[in-house]
């Protein structure tokens, strides 16, 4: 098993752009989780799922969204980037009513 | 999720035991401890969690105070590459995720 996997690790936007972080698990998890980690601080949850075609906001989703067509596919959608969503994201999944997660390797944003 | 202190930092020598302490007094009853760590910016890695009783595994043990207002997390032999960020975290149920805050920076020495 791959496990959780983050595409891509590093990417550089001008402000204004938009992208699209990928994460896709094949461990079956039902709970999907998109955070972001600022420099010396801890993670923030920014969305999550419970399963295909729900999602919900966390503590700091404002210029993000997010889908969950699949069990196995969680995209972090970013509009017009701003330099304040310079960050390191890291996708997680989980099983139900667990608070083990499974973290991928993170993708590093940087927005000039 | 109730919230957790822990200290900034702390060092420990190589193959001594490290033990992590985490305050939690606003703990309630259905909440369990977890303990994560997260190795030079990687992912975090779940290491550990209880309830009220001690738990051991591969990794670590975890002791939780009889009131279980507070927790320590003990790597029994530490090694370089558990210098780490270690997250104490407090959760219920529930589908919203795990709050991080700072953690401790534990650093062995050789």
């Known amino acids: 098993n791959a496990g959780v996997t983050q595409t891509p690790k590093f990417r550089i936007l001008k402000i204004g752009q938009s992208m699209t972080l990928q994460c896709t698990q094949d461990?079956?998890?039902?709970?999907m989780y998109w955070y972001r980690q600022d420099p010396g601080m801890g993670l923030k949850l920014i969305y999550y799922?419970?399963?295909?075609?729900?999602?919900d906001k966390g503590e700091v989703p404002n210029g993000y969204n997010v889908s969950r067509s699949t069990t196995e596919d969680f995209p972090l959608r970013l509009e017009l980037a701003a330099p304040s969503q310079t960050s390191v994201y890291f996708c997680?999944?989980?099983?139900?009513?667990?608070?083990?997660?499974?973290f991928g390797e993170g993708s590093r944003l940087t927005v000039l | 999720d109730a919230k957790t202190t822990q200290p900034p930092s702390m060092d420990c020598a190589e193959g001594r035991a490290a033990n992590l302490p985490c305050n939690h007094s606003?703990?309630?009853?259905?909440?369990?401890v977890y303990w994560y760590r997260q190795i030079h910016s990687q992912g975090p890695q779940y290491i550990i969690h209880?309830?009220?009783n001690n738990e051991t595994n591969e990794m670590a043990s975890l002791i939780i105070t009889e009131d279980r207002k507070s927790s320590t997390l003990i790597l029994p032999h530490a090694t370089l590459r558990d210098t780490a960020v270690y997250y104490c975290?407090?959760?219920?149920?529930?589908?919203?995720?795990?709050?991080f805050g700072k953690g401790t920076h534990l650093i062995i020495q050789p």
């Open positions: 799922s419970v399963g295909a075609g729900i999602t």
């Open positions: 461990m079956n998890h039902n709970y």
């Open positions: 975290i407090v959760r219920g149920g529930g589908a919203d995720g795990l709050t």
């Open positions: 606003t703990i309630s009853g259905n909440e369990y």
């Open positions: 997680a999944g989980g099983g139900r009513n667990t608070g083990e997660l499974f």
């Open positions: 209880g309830l009220k």
